[in-house]
């Protein structure tokens, strides 16, 4: 069993995926599209990943404000998580995203990636830090029990 771990936004879904013991998250992709709207080859996509990768569970970023409210990308993002249930049959759980595009960015920084190079993966880091953090609830959930 693994977790996937989408970073969605208006053109693209950064995509991460645990490994098999569920510890760790890895980044694996951004899917990209021409409009916000057009989500088709977007599922598509994540349907093929969550056979390639044998993925039973997905946890979804949501983009919530700073200050905790919902604004109109929530309501998009919840929109995304009824497709992706529907479409795929899998439990999506949602997680807050606040300040993952923020460490993805510090983290490339400091991994020397030059600031015009950093635009191409921040989605699949955010997706990857999105997914570690439901990963390390989990583990630390678990050891309470």
Known sequence: MRIMGLDFG??????AVSDSLLLTAQG?????RK?????????ARIEALIVEYEVEEIVLGLPKNMNATEGARVELTM????????????PVV????RLTTVAADKAMMEAGIRREN???YVDMIAATFILQGYLDLRSKQKGQV
């Open 118 to 120: 950093r635009k191409e």
């Open 28 to 32: 694996v992709e951004i899917i990209r």
């Open 35 to 43: 409009e916000e709207n057009k989500l088709r080859q977007t599922l």
């Open 94 to 97: 949602t997680w807050d995203e």
């Open 79 to 90: 929109e995304f998580k009824e497709k992706l249930e529907r479409r795929t049959g899998l």
């Open 10 to 15: 208006s053109k693209t879904v950064g995509v």
